[in-house]
């Protein structure tokens, strides 16, 4: 990802700050802003920290989504926690905030493509089929501290050979 781009991400947060900042009357600490985050998630706001973190795969990959959709997002849940404390993360409060300030519907999750940040999976089975575990839940499962049983059949899942 290039410097630019992480400018161009820089200069969305601080707009959208700079925005509810007039909207309330009120001035709001700028994040810290990192492009560190992984996995599948695109972008994650630490309340107590004032710090947002962006997934740099997804965002080299989902420019224009980041910038209309993800920062907004991101923003809304710092703000909530700045206005309301703690409350639900994506509650009645940060529904209005997405409204009002960027005339955005909240959604939970995103919808990009993940396949290029998704971790290596293992195949496991029951009495009703095939189920890929995370390399997370395999590890816990060789490690002895974890079984896991199909919500379908009720049978414990075990690892193919």
């Given at each position: ?131 890929k575990l995370s ?9 002895g501290q974890q ?13 193919d050979n």
């Amino acid at each position: 990802m290039s410097s630019h781009t992480q400018q161009l991400i820089i200069n969305k947060v601080e707009h959208c700050i700079d925005h509810a900042s007039s909207y309330f009357g009120k001035n709001f600490p700028l994040p810290q802003i990192n492009f560190n985050q992984r996995g599948k998630i695109a972008g994650s706001a630490r309340l107590q920290l004032n710090e947002l973190r962006f997934n740099p795969i997804l965002l080299s990959e989902n420019f224009d989504a980041f910038l209309n959709e993800v920062v907004p997002h991101e923003v809304c849940h710092l703000l909530a926690y700045q206005l309301f404390g703690k409350v639900r993360p994506h509650g009645r409060e940060w529904q209005n905030l997405m409204l009002k300030l960027f005339d955005l519907r909240g959604q939970t999750y995103h919808r990009m493509d993940v396949s290029s940040v998704t971790g290596r999976h293992f195949n496991y089975h029951c009495q009703c089929g095939k189920v890929k575990l995370s390399i997370r839940r395999h590890n816990k499962v060789i490690r002895g501290q974890q079984q896991y049983i199909c919500r379908k059949c009720a049978t414990e899942l075990t690892l193919d050979n």
